[in-house]
């Protein structure tokens, strides 16, 4: 291979908006583990269990009969009856399938497609913080003025009313939310909810609710904000198959919301990517209506690792609160003096763990990192007992 000279007109080609954003930060500590064996990565959020038998089985069956074509743009009729029926069943949500549902290449899709259709420059779109990553560059790619709002370890990184109110201006549009939430594994009751809800409807703004671990809650049913009095026609809900039925690689996502809401979503979705993969959707529509045993067997197996981790991280002596959903353990590093992508390094190099540093989610996550306990048991012990030895060295 020969390197190529590179332009000089070539950063000039470059929107300024997509030179401005970082490279993902999760990526980043993923792609310094690849091709070493020695590592355990603690850092991608992806189940460690393949797709149950029976989806795949389902996918292999429609690739025979020849089902490899469009479908409809929203998605396939039959799948969202029945992203409607869960939601109905699950959470008590109520959605048309006709047109209240549109099936997307992931929640990324769902989420990028949102906050293109309702976000014009110079609209403040608040964030909580710490958050997932996505966030944050989605919003300033389509011009949106970023507001973080800040969560505290100490009210378990919930969203309170009286931090929202603080950050609302006049010029705020949009609230994104992810609960239970993605780095810290917070979750909100209906109880949580209420002081937030009004204070959105008493401000006219939308949310953009991402409720991809909505299964992954350990200790209560999980509540969207959408149930609320009056939030259903000013939430756009988010979620999909990737986390809690081990779909991750099918790429198959869905939006919720009001008939003129998802109207100007589709549009974008015509001119992009059209429909969600054909396979994807069948083994979706599978998984909703065979495979929703895998999913609770796969989320007591979470729990277990989750109390196995989060316990091992106090014994070695890092704080650690436990986390209500997702499979994320949010550990301070605070005692060891080092801002949290010094910590992270330094763990990698040191005693191969990977870890993903908190600051990557926001300011209010410094002080942290995110280790995803999806993950087997042996892995998950081996990497507490490097990390114990880390420890040591370093305290």
Not at 25 to 30: E, K, P, S
Not at 52 to 81: D, F, V
Not at 301 to 312: A, H, N, P, W, Y
Not at 356 to 383: D, M, N, Q
């Amino acid at each position: 291979m020969f390197n190529k000279q590179v332009s000089p007109h070539t950063q000039g080609w470059i929107a300024p908006r997509v030179r401005e954003i970082a490279p993902s930060g999760i990526r980043a500590f993923f792609d310094l583990t690849a091709g070493n064996n020695d590592i355990i990565s603690l850092g991608v959020g992806e189940p460690d269990f393949k797709t149950p038998e029976h989806i795949r089985a389902a996918c292999i069956r429609a690739l025979e009969r020849g089902e490899t074509t469009y479908t409809p743009n929203s998605g396939l009729p039959e799948l969202r009856e029945e992203i409607a029926r869960y939601l109905r069943t699950g959470f008590g949500l109520q959605y048309n399938a006709a047109d209240e549902v549109i099936v997307t290449v992931g929640s990324s899709e769902a989420l990028d497609l949102a906050l293109r259709a309702f976000t014009a420059p110079g609209d403040e779109i608040i964030i909580p913080s710490p958050s997932y990553i996505a966030y944050s560059p989605i919003a300033h790619l389509n011009g949106g003025t970023l507001i973080e709002v800040e969560t505290t370890a100490e009210q378990g990184f919930k969203l309170t009313a009286e931090a929202l109110e603080k950050v609302i201006t006049p010029r705020s549009k949009l609230l994104v939310l992810n609960f239970p939430s993605n780095p810290t594994g917070a979750v909100m009751s209906y109880e949580d909810w209420l002081p937030v809800a009004e204070l959105v409807k008493q401000h006219n703004l939308l949310v953009l609710s991402d409720e991809i671990y909505a299964e992954l809650t350990y200790d209560s049913r999980h509540v969207s904000i959408a149930s609320l009095p009056g939030m259903q026609e000013r939430t756009i809900l988010i979620s999909g198959f990737s986390k809690a039925f081990a779909m991750t690689g099918w790429r198959v996502g869905y939006a919720c919301g009001s008939r003129v809401l998802l109207a100007a979503m589709l549009k974008i979705h015509q001119y992009t990517a059209m429909c969600a993969p054909v396979l994807g959707q069948i083994a979706a529509l599978e998984s909703l209506r065979s495979g929703l045993a895998d999913k609770d067997r796969m989320k007591e197996v979470f729990r277990q690792r989750r109390t196995l981790f989060v316990e091992g991280l106090r014994t070695i002596g890092l704080e650690c609160r436990e986390p209500v959903g997702a499979f994320y353990a949010f550990p301070s590093i605070a005692r060891t003096g080092m801002r949290s992508e010094e910590f992270a390094l330094r763990l990698l190099q040191e005693a191969g763990v990977a870890a993903v540093p908190g600051h990557v989610f926001g300011s209010g996550g410094e002080g942290h990192i995110r280790c995803s306990y999806a993950a087997s048991t042996a892995k998950l012990t081996e990497a507490l007992e490097r990390m114990e030895g880390f420890m040591k060295v370093k305290m």
